[in-house]
């Protein structure tokens, strides 16, 4: 199982950027796809997940209104779409696969190696 995740860089505040994450190997146990960042000095938390499958999605309370996640139709990579990008959002973003529809990064058996979203202007 692996998963790749790619699309951050530089941003301006109120700014939009997409992120993907491709994802191969996967046999069906592991159905779900979780966004999930860490900012320097910080825990990491939970953003959104995906159920590839069906295309049912969550979003934690920070990703509400301005976070989209998605998957293409082949379910072999998933989107997230950041929208109105804040001063606190800046961190590494990682997609990770779960064999439950989870919130719990404990959940997540594998993880891609994350990409930095920076704003700034």
């Known amino acids: 199982v692996q998963l790749q995740a790619s699309g951050g860089g530089l941003v301006q505040p109120g700014g939009s950027l997409i992120l993907s994450c491709s994802t191969s190997?996967?046999?069906?146990?592991?159905?779900?796809i979780g966004w999930f960042r860490q900012a320097p000095t910080k825990g990491r938390e939970a953003v959104a997940y995906?159920?590839?499958?069906?295309?049912?999605?969550y979003y934690t309370d920070l990703a509400k209104d301005r976070f989209t996640v998605s998957r293409d139709a082949a379910g072999t990579t998933v989107y997230l779409q950041l929208a109105s990008l804040k001063p606190e959002d800046p961190a590494v973003y990682y997609c990770a696969a779960s064999n439950i529809a989870s919130v719990d990064e404990d959940d997540y058996h594998y993880w891609g190696q994350g990409t930095l979203v920076t704003v700034s202007s």
């Open positions: 190997g996967f046999t069906l146990d592991y159905f779900a």
């Open positions: 995906i159920i590839k499958r069906v295309g049912r999605t």
